[in-house]
């Protein structure tokens, strides 16, 4: 799974991949968000990365910063999730076929078939359906657990990073999550375990507190054409405002976006991220994102896009970057708005 095959989730691969690059990576992380914006597939993707040998960084004005290559031999293995450094554990039971003794190991190849079908996004009921027992739920038990502490032991076999995805660890039963505890109080060298969690209560909190916890948000796939009216906008209001900078008007417009709400804030800022890349694309090589670049409004359609050059268009994105991690934090939303306007005015007069 490379990143670029993960929709909606760019300005959460570009702190991943950050991470990974500045060499800051914590033995055990946990990826927290429904299954359906895909968690899962992003740890894939994480540890794919991390083990690529040929990683790959593109050039200001991308949506993404850095992918893993696709073609090494790590990247090939990870594809087909054949790699023999990455397992798998998740919850499971007994079925029709697997009648006593089931165990995520005696699932492997059930697993990778699902995912595989999925793209990846491993969502909990289509996993029980695909093992044909949709009315029962799935556990992490003891055989995983002992597993986990098999695996773990082993040396990495191809020299990188050994991973040990725990996909919905919130399925681990209490010994179990005990015996997890233990491993994560002893980390061993170039070991990775990534949990996969969508209810973070159901989790020990003394787990918790050994992981590093990446919230994965919900999917922006395709804003609605009404949603995306409303935001376009609200847009050119704002860019408005910014040439101007009258702080009476730009002040009202930060009260009125302070009022819609965080998860709003967050898709408009991403909006702000789509808008900003179309411009480049347009003023730097003449691209035009079809529905991307149509605001109701003719001059601002004509004049708006040569605003974003190859000079300020990193800063732009860093910017929004920077207030989308800080409205994830819950800080005060009119200070983060505020800023990220000064900031904007300023990188628009020296484009
Ligand atoms: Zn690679």
């Given at each position: 799974m490379q990143f670029k095959d993960i929709e909606g989730q760019h300005v959460l691969i570009n702190s991943l991949t950050e991470i990974i690059d500045s060499g800051r990576v914590s033995h055990a992380q946990m990826f927290l968000?429904?299954?359906?914006?895909?968690s899962l597939a992003l740890a894939i993707a994480y540890a794919q990365y991390l083990n690529c040998e040929n990683r790959q960084h593109y050039g200001e004005?991308?949506?993404?910063?850095a992918d893993s290559c696709g073609e090494c031999p790590h990247c090939r293995k990870y594809r087909q999730l054949m790699h023999s450094d990455l397992h798998f554990i998740f919850p499971n039971t007994t079925t029709a076929k697997m009648t006593k003794e089931p165990s995520s190991d005696r699932f492997q190849e059930e697993f990778r078939d699902f995912l595989n079908a999925k793209n990846q996004v491993g969502v909990e009921d289509d996993w029980y359906a695909h093992l044909g027992i949709e009315k029962k739920q799935g556990e992490i038990r003891e055989r995983d657990a002992d597993s986990i502490t098999r695996i773990l032991s082993l040396k990495s076999y191809e020299g990188g990073y050994k991973v040990m995805i725990i996909w919905?660890?919130?399925?681990?039963?209490l010994s179990v999550s005990n015996k997890l505890l233990k491993t994560l109080e002893e980390p061993t060298d170039n070991t990775l375990i990534l949990l996969v969690v969508e209810n973070k209560d159901r989790m020990l909190p003394t787990i918790l507190s050994r992981v590093q916890q990446i919230v994965v948000p919900e999917r922006n796939v395709g804003l609605n054409p009404e949603k995306r009216a409303a935001y376009a906008q609200m847009f050119v209001s704002w860019m408005r405002l910014l040439f101007k900078l009258n702080m009476q008007t730009l002040s009202d417009w930060v009260e009125k976006i302070a009022a819609i709400g965080r998860e709003p804030q967050k898709c408009f800022l991403q909006y702000t991220q789509e808008t900003l890349r179309a411009c480049f694309l347009k003023t730097a090589a003449g691209i035009v994102i079809e529905d991307e670049l149509q605001f109701d409004d003719e001059k601002f359609n004509a004049a708006?896009?040569?605003?974003?050059?190859p000079r300020n268009v990193e800063a732009m994105n860093q910017a929004v970057n920077d207030t989308l991690y800080a409205i994830e934090r819950n800080a005060n939303p009119k200070i983060a708005f505020m800023q990220l306007s000064f900031t904007f005015s300023k990188l628009i007069k020296n484009r």
């Open positions: 968000g429904t299954t359906a914006s895909g004005g991308s949506l993404l910063r919905l660890a919130e399925r681990m039963n708006f896009p040569a605003m974003v050059t």
